[in-house]
């Protein structure tokens, strides 16, 4: 990766691809933005947009091509695909867009030889997995955006709950990035002490164990909420893929519950799943096998048995 010159191309320009667009240029980060979509109209308006705001933000090369325009991107975010409608659950979605992903995934690995793949459309765990097997890419460059969202809105509401900076909460939501998915209280901390500890001694929440279960129900609906009042989610999911972004380009080594394939991680293997890793200029460098209590574990393995159900019923062929 050209350090100086980060190329990142983003197949799919509609809610999310937009989105992650506007705010990538915000954030100066990228020098080289392609944006990709079957509808060529969809994606040339995007740029014309974009470009006209480029004045007040970094110097960025911007423009819409076909999948050729992937050649030597660093960095490639597949946001195409099939929306998620107010009734559908991801799961729903995966026929769908498994086949769009047959059209896509060869295309990109063919263009952009090098690149890392970060995953965003739904089902993100299992489509982390299709392009992993249909680019034949180390697993280390495929990644899936994950609950990288799910623990920002977890650490959002915890923050409005306790009356903290969220930068100063510390927890996850593991597993699949959907109904399955677990948060690790076991793990969670505010200011070093124990999130329960936290709530109850100093926000005076004399509830807080249910009602921290209260707030996880809330983030794990949040996305079909949101769906429902206004269509679709963009402006958090951009973000979110800024900071996956950044940790890339810049190398940062944050640790962010991206989606990767796990060996052997409580017993489980050969799914991409969340779960802590290290994320740097070579994708995820690490999972990170945190401590979880005996209940987390079952939830976590629960979860990772529902991808698995999915995966086998997919056909790549
Ligand atoms: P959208 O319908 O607005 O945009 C999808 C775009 O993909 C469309 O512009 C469409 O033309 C394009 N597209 C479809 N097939 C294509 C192909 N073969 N080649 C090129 N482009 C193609 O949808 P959206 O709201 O942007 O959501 C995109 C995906 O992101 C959905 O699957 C959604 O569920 C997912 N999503 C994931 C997260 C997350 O946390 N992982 C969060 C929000 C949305």
């Known amino acids: 990766m050209d350090l100086l010159k980060p190329k990142i191309a983003i197949i799919g320009a509609g809610n999310v691809g937009s989105t992650f667009a506007f705010s990538l240029m915000i954030s100066g980060l990228a ?5 990709v979509d079957k509808n060529d109209s969809l994606a040339i308006g995007e740029c014309m947009d974009l470009n006209h705001g480029l004045s007040f933000a ?7 091509a076909g999948f050729d325009g992937c050649e030597n991107a660093d960095i490639v975010v597949i946001t195409a695909g099939a ?3 107010p009734t ?10 498994v086949s769009i992903f047959k059209e896509i995934v060869p295309e990109v690995a063919k263009y952009a030889k090098n690149a890392i793949l970060l995953v965003v459309t739904n089902p993100v765990d299992i489509l982390t997995y299709v392009t992993l097997k249909l680019s034949g890419f ?3 460059r495929v990644i899936g955006s994950g609950t990288v969202l799910d623990t920002a809105r977890l650490k959002y509401m915890i923050s409005d709950y306790a009356q903290v900076d969220s930068s100063n909460i510390h927890a996850y939501i593991i597993g699949e990035h959907g109904d399955t998915e677990l948060p690790v209280w076991s793990n969670a901390t505010i200011g070093g002490l124990d999130i329960k500890t936290f709530c109850s001694e100093y926000s005076q929440h004399r509830n807080a164990k249910n009602e921290l279960i ?13 769906i429902k009042l206004k269509g679709a989610t963009n402006y958090s999911i951009a973000m979110a893929l800024v900071k996956i972004t950044r940790s890339i380009v810049r190398n940062e080594n944050s640790i962010l519950p991206v989606s990767t394939l796990i060996t052997d991680y409580y017993g489980i293997s050969g799914v991409c799943i969340s779960v802590p890793s290290i ?3 070579n994708g995820v460098e690490q999972f990170i096998k945190i401590e979880l209590s005996g209940v987390e574990q079952e939830l976590f393995k629960h979860s990772a048995n529902t991808l698995k159900k999915f995966i086998k019923m997919i056909d790549l062929n």
Request: aromatic share 6%.
């Open 214 to 226: 209260e707030i996880f129900e809330k983030v794990k609906n949040s996305a079909y909420e949101i």
């Open 88 to 97: 559908e659950t991801r799961t729903d979605l995966v026929q769908k867009n």
């Open 58 to 64: 970094h110097p960025t090369k911007i423009y819409a």
């Open 138 to 140: 180390p697993s280390n």
């Open 279 to 281: 994320v740097n200029i």
């Open 83 to 85: 929306n998620q409608k």
């Open 31 to 35: 020098r080289e933005i392609v944006l």
